[in-house]
């Protein structure tokens, strides 16, 4: 399992150019890139991309990438020819507007001076690939660092559930005889002694176990119990098994789904209690799940 947080950054260099390039991932449903800096050629740009999409599933990634020459390199040179030129120009008008001779960061600045080689080929592209293919190590061993956080911290949240899923299915056993009970002392407080002892035993059995019935969760606590096995499963998935957090997501979703309907059925005060207490669990494990890829 791993984070969708975290960062890279490679450094590569090819033919002159040294290329650098950060990678930052945050949390995001599906997986939205954006490159940034230096312009790409098409090519490169798909490059890119493709081998983000193959490294990444899911997360908000912002590649940004930025080219440099390296000191000795080709790419640049000096037109002695125009920068005399350039010189007697400047040097002729200076003379009529009575000013001094113009100096050397003057005559760089003239056009044609300064020459940039555009025939060196694009040779940005290896040290593009190469430095990204940094990055994205760098991001992947983050994101796995994280992962592993996550992964014990839900496993301490799934724990505190588990738990709390043991003491509703103790409390849950016991609501038939408590139910009635209550519905006992219910007809006590309405009927006298003997009205009491005139009424039918079978009916009295029948309507307790409607009501008993009606709060029965036997099938929400089986149902419960599967979708915590489900997500320790998932938590422990090989992160070369591919993502799992859309269906953490959805286990998620289905937990919530059987602490609302126990807490609907609830027919003592206990149950009620804990099942507040597992939906603010299950909010902490909702929120750690958002970074989960």
């Known amino acids: 399992m791993r984070s969708m947080t975290g960062y890279g950054r490679g450094v590569a260099a090819a033919g002159g150019t040294r290329a650098t390039v950060d990678v930052r991932a945050v949390n995001h449903r599906f997986?939205?890139?954006?490159?940034?800096?230096?312009?790409?050629?098409?090519?490169?740009?798909?490059?890119?991309?493709?081998?983000?999409?193959?490294?990444?599933?899911?997360?908000?990634?912002?590649?940004?990438?930025?080219?440099?020459?390296?000191?000795?390199?080709?790419?640049?040179?000096?037109?002695?020819?125009?920068?005399?030129?350039?010189?007697?120009?400047?040097?002729?008008?200076?003379?009529?507007?009575?000013?001094?001779k113009p100096d050397l960061a003057l005559v760089l600045a003239q056009p044609g001076v300064v020459v940039v080689d555009e025939d060196r080929g694009d040779d940005s592209e290896p040290p593009v690939l190469e430095a990204l293919d940094g990055a994205l190590a760098q991001l992947a061993a983050m994101r796995d660092t994280e992962g592993r956080a996550l992964a014990a911290e839900l496993t301490a949240r799934l724990d505190e559930l588990a738990a709390l899923r043991t003491t509703v299915a103790a409390l849950a056993g016991a609501v038939p005889g408590r139910l009635a009970a209550r519905h006992h002392e219910r007809l006590r407080r309405l009927l006298d002694d003997a009205e009491l002892q005139r009424a039918d035993p079978a009916r009295l059995a029948q309507e307790v176990a409607l009501l008993a019935d009606r709060a029965d969760v036997t099938e929400e606590l089986v149902r419960l119990a599967s979708h915590l096995d489900q997500v320790r499963a998932l938590i422990a998935t090989p992160k070369d098994k591919g993502a799992v957090g859309r269906r953490l997501d959805f286990l998620v979703q289905e937990i919530g789904r059987e602490l609302n309907t126990i807490g609907s059925k609830s027919a003592v005060a206990e149950i009620s209690t804990a099942v507040v207490e597992g939906k603010a669990v299950l909010e902490k494990v909702r929120e750690q799940v958002q970074n989960v890829e």
């Not at 740009?45 to 080219?67: C, D, F, Q």
């Open 31 to 100: 997986l939205d890139l954006k490159l940034r800096g230096a312009l790409l050629s098409p090519s490169l740009e798909e490059a890119v991309s493709n081998r983000v999409r193959a490294a990444l599933e899911r997360g908000s990634v912002a590649v940004s990438v930025h080219l440099a020459r390296e000191q000795g390199g080709s790419g640049m040179r000096i037109d002695a020819g125009a920068a005399e030129r350039a010189y007697h120009q400047l040097a002729e008008l200076a003379a009529r507007l009575a000013l001094g």
